[in-house]
């Protein structure tokens, strides 16, 4: 690093400003402003006095407005600029679209790589981020997540800008030891649709994102998602309540064995029994619960619920029947998942190759060492590892690999378009050779029609489940329907 040069009593005056303004800034937060001049003009000691005073007020001046981490503007920065551009918007009667652009699940993914690979994510998205906006847009971050403020002549330009974006979603951040997969959440507020300040519009950008599925889509600010928070908060407390008074019950699906058409297993599907609102499906309560923590207890009563219920099955003489059991991601990132499973098997001396736990390849992703090494450890007592909805995740083989995986479930997206439909006919066709070419059992779900089962049983599919054998029903209808061929 360059240093200004020492006094002497010849020093040009330039050089002797130079000394004296080292001095000055030594341990303050523009130490490296002046460094950085130096830096870029080395020879800056023969320009005028006033010509370096102005150099470095510049540099300390754009210093003062960048975060030092990704070299993006700060919040302050961002705030000024913001107003201007509103004030600029307002004049001309245009609009000004905000984003606020964060990580799904940043802080989980940070807890177990560590801050250091944590804050190299950041400046990476930021690097990325940077490339992609243009030169007048406003880019900032405020801590884990990326702000960018745009002028737009009309709301359409968001998808534009979002169609820009896209090449980063869902990408694989290259770290040394691991790669990473991230997955964007971006939400968004326009000036003045949603506002006409900017502390309004930042919120409700950023409470949009709070709200944004992941991966390439982008949500809205509206007034109807603020009601969305509430009603979430209400749902968050009735499940927590449903929980204590027993509202929550589990459906059993049957899966049948294309070879002889008997029943060979169930999967587990979970049911919300609410008093007054009737029966409440998991896609509904599901993603409330992950959000609020209440999916662990949740899922272990399921466990223990279709364990319990499978051991009553076996000591019918069905000891054949195994049961699968859906996981949340969050699951799969807790410890004390392994103890859960090993206990009920204990309290229910169920043979852990009965048991089947389902996990999707996005709720895997989340934190991929973790759940390997989970999985592992579970796949070690000898339980069987499905993937859910195979094909509609990442797909991706070489993580695949890593997971101690027995079975893949092809995604019902594919299976409604059987026969018919070229390009599901060849997905179903891959996903089976390649499963079987691996050693895995392949199960395809959503089955409704005669057609599909025969496309599904000429592919090779292990077993079948859907709504042409049974849809999922309470225990007590299951048993009559055990001896019960398919064929
Ligand atoms: P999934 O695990 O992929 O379950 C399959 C879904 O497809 C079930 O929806 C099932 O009822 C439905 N299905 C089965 N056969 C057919 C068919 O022939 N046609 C059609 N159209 N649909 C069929 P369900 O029960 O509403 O569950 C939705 C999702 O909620 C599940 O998808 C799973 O991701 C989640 N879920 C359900 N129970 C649990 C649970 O105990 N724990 C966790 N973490 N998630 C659960
Ligand atoms: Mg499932
Ligand atoms: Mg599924």
Not at 5 to 19: G, I, M, Q, V
Not at 66 to 95: C, P, Y
Not at 110 to 138: F, H, M, N, P, Y
Not at 144 to 153: H, K, Q, R, Y
Request: charged share 25%; aromatic share 6%.
């Amino acid at each position: 690093m360059s240093h200004p040069p020492s006094p002497s009593p010849e020093a040009s005056p330039s050089a002797a400003l130079l000394t004296t303004l080292s001095g000055f800034l030594r341990g303050t937060r523009y130490e490296g402003s002046l460094q950085s001049l130096l830096v870029c003009r080395p020879r800056i000691d023969q320009d005028s006095p006033e010509a370096i005073f102005t150099a470095i007020l510049e540099s300390m001046r754009s210093n003062s407005e960048r975060d030092a981490l990704t070299g993006l503007l700060n919040t302050s920065a961002l705030e000024e600029r913001l107003a201007s551009a509103l004030a600029l918007a307002r004049r001309h009667k245009s609009k000004v679209v905000l984003l606020t652009i964060g990580i799904l699940e940043f802080r989980d993914l940070r807890d177990s790589l560590g801050r250091k690979k944590g804050d190299w994510i950041l400046q990476w998205l930021a690097q990325q981020l940077r490339a992609v906006v243009r030169k007048e847009d406003i880019l900032a971050r405020d801590q884990n997540e990326f702000i960018l403020g745009m002028a737009v002549s009309k709301v359409e330009d968001v998808e534009y800008i979002v169609s820009k974006l896209k090449d980063i979603f869902s990408h694989i951040v290259p770290m040394m030891e691991e790669h990473v997969l991230i997955s964007l959440m971006i939400g968004a507020s326009i000036y003045p649709n949603d506002g006409n300040n900017v502390d309004d519009l930042i919120a409700k950008s950023q409470t949009a994102m709070r709200r944004s599925p992941g991966g390439c889509q982008y949500q809205f600010f509206s007034d109807e998602m603020q009601r969305g928070a509430k009603d979430r908060l209400q749902m968050v407390q009735d499940i927590r309540d449903g929980l204590d008074r027993g509202e929550f019950a589990v459906y059993y699906q049957p899966k049948i064995d294309l070879l002889t058409g008997t029943i060979l297993g169930f999967e587990a599907l979970v049911r919300w029994l609410h008093p007054e609102k009737g029966m409440i499906s998991p896609s509904v309560f599901i993603p409330v619960a992950e959000e609020s923590g209440l999916v662990i207890p949740l899922g272990t009563f399921v466990l223990r619920t279709a364990c319990i219920q499978l051991k009553r099955w076996h000591d019918m003489g069905h000891l054949h029947l195994h049961m699968a059991v859906n996981m949340a991601s969050q699951q799969l990132r807790d410890d004390a998942i392994v103890q859960v499973v090993e206990e009920i098997l204990a309290e229910t001396r169920l043979f852990p190759d009965r048991l089947e736990l389902e996990i999707t390849e996005s709720s895997a992703m989340v934190n991929i060492e973790k759940a390997i090494q989970l999985l592992a450890s579970l796949r070690q007592r000898g339980i069987q590892i499905a993937v859910d909805d195979f094909g509609t995740g990442y797909s991706s083989l070489s993580y695949l690999k890593r997971f101690p995986i027995t079975t893949l479930k092809v995604d019902q997206s594919f299976v409604r378009d059987l026969p018919g439909d070229l390009d599901s006919l060849e997905i179903v066709n891959a996903i089976i050779a390649m499963g079987r070419s691996l050693g895995f059992k392949t199960v395809a779900e959503g089955v409704e029609t005669l057609a599909q089962e025969a496309v599904l049983r000429t592919a090779g599919c292990h077993a079948v489940q859907g709504f042409l054998y049974s849809k999922p029903i309470p225990a007590q209808e299951i048993t009559p329907l055990l001896n019960k061929s398919y064929r």
